[in-house]
Structure formats: C-alpha cells, structure tokens
C-alpha cells in the first residue's frame, strides 16, 4: 500500500511541474495566454479527479485492512484473557 502513497505523491509533483510549466512559457510571446490558461485549467481538472478516484481506492483498502487488523487483534485479545 506504501507504494501506492508513493505513486499519489509522484503523480501530485509532476501534475504540479506540468502547471508551473505552462505558467512559465506565458512569458514567452509566442503563446496565447487565454490558451495556456486553459491548458493549465485542464491539467488542475486532471489532477482534481485522479486524486478523487485514486484516493478513493485507497480509502477503500484502507478500511479493509484497518478491519481485518481489527478482527485479529481481538481474536489476540481474547485468546490472551483466556477465550472471554
């Protein structure tokens, strides 16, 4: 599961070098400005729903596992009490 924070994480920076990017080359005459805000916009929006979905999943495998732990630490607890 680390791995997949991992990856969130990589995703994040690199959804942030592409924005920072674009907001550089507004600089540069040759662009239209109105152009690269939409593209910036676009790439927010991108972003914005990979994070919903990605995140999503893991909360989904975060409950599970939290559950299944749970579960075994009381079958821990009560096997330590003497079966109560």
Same mark, same amino acid.
């Given at each position: 599961m680390? !791995? ?19 907001? $550089? ?10 152009? #690269? ?10 972003? $914005? ?13 975060? #409950?599970?596992?939290?559950g299944?732990?749970? !579960? ?12 109560l």
């Amino acid at each position: 599961m680390l !791995k997949a924070y991992e990856e969130l994480y990589r995703m994040n920076t690199a959804y942030e070098q592409v924005i920072s990017s674009i907001s $550089a080359l507004r600089k540069e005459r040759a662009f239209n400005r109105t152009e #690269l805000a939409c593209l910036a916009d676009q790439a927010r929006e991108a972003r $914005a729903s990979a994070n919903a979905y990605l995140t999503e999943v893991l909360q989904q495998a975060e #409950l599970a596992e939290a559950g299944r732990l749970f !579960k075994r630490r009381v079958r821990r607890e009560r096997k330590q009490n003497g079966g109560l």
